[in-house]
DNA sequence: TAAGATTGAGTGTTCAATCTTT
DNA sequence: AAAGATTGAACACTCAATCTTA
């Protein structure tokens, strides 16, 4: 009567489920107390900072919308939401642009770039404490290999919306 | 006139600097892509499926709700709100706990037990196909390193912080 | 019609305040 | 008072709908 396939479910090895739980963990926690130390010591969110670090490094501290939505890899409503907040309190400005009227740009405001200046070497030393202090250059080496791995195998499978490619799991990678 | 302690920063290291924006790109579309998946094929989310996952690998299906929050590593707020809402889906269900009128229990619902036992393996097959299917037992044992050092780290500073720092998790679980 | 961008509703997360029982 | 748990408000993210200009 059942016809549905029911492939025996192939759970993950001792070894990767340990390890995807310890991932889990760390990712996790080391988000929360990132966040939660730079709420403390500059009054921003990494959300926040993340935006004010795009823009400070553009000329003028100036971008299009499109342009920061891209260079955060967020979708555009996000940057959207975001950016209201952020203007709320000061961080940034909207401004029209000319050349192409449906867009626009934003501006960072001289609080907005004061904010991020002071915040940047804290979070650096954030960054550090938690993650490069404690890692080998190897580890540091394998950590960004298998994020680069990982993030191009999603990116490639959502070329324009989800219904990721199966490829039937075999062997056979793209690396 | 210097007691402002201005230490010139130390930035990362390119390699350091390439390997944190990787690790920020690899959690968020990693996590991202987890959550779409498990929606469109369960109709639940990641937050959904880890509490039922703790609740179903306990006997009856039944646990207190602190006892939840730590497996968890949850707030207990976070979670009293995540029950509510699953409560109204009709997922989980209260009881009370007649050994210590304070606490509470959850109790997985038949509809709750269903859905994650259907939404099991095809999760553990999108964890392999995005990531254990890409790496090397060396890149996985070198993850697990990673990340337990980077937890441990925040857990041992965490004393005077957040709720609780648990591990120690079930020895025999799927995910 | 499509591109650039914003809005609103629904959902998830955090913090502080609250309530009950020990 | 402390422990177990819930609540409300503020904030953050996603999806679909919308608005304006190209």
Redesign the pocket.
């Known amino acids: 009567m059942e016809d549905v396939v029911e492939t025996a479910p192939r759970w993950l090895e001792p070894g990767e489920q340990a390890c995807w739980r310890a991932y889990l963990d760390m990712t996790a926690k080391l988000n929360?107390q990132l966040n939660?130390e730079m709420q403390e010591q500059s009054g921003i969110?990494i959300?926040?900072f993340s935006v004010l670090v795009q823009l400070s490094e553009h000329v003028d501290g100036r971008m299009?919308?499109?342009e920061l939505a891209r260079a955060l890899g967020?979708?555009?409503?996000?940057l959207?939401?975001?950016?209201?907040?952020m203007q709320v309190r000061g961080l940034v400005e909207?401004s029209n642009?000319n050349e192409?009227?449906?867009?626009?740009f934003v501006v960072l405001t001289e609080d907005g770039r004061r904010t991020v200046e002071s915040a940047a070497p804290q979070h650096v030393e954030s960054v550090r404490r938690y993650l490069f202090d404690q890692l080998s250059p190897e580890q540091v080496a394998a950590l960004d290999t298998i994020a680069r791995t990982v993030t191009g195998l999603i990116d490639a499978g959502c070329a324009g919306r989800a219904e990721p490619c199966d490829d039937g799991g075999g062997p056979e990678s793209r690396l």
């Open positions: 929360a939660r969110s959300a926040d299009r919308v499109l967020w979708e555009k409503s996000r959207s939401h975001q950016l209201n907040r909207r642009c192409d009227r449906r867009g626009a």
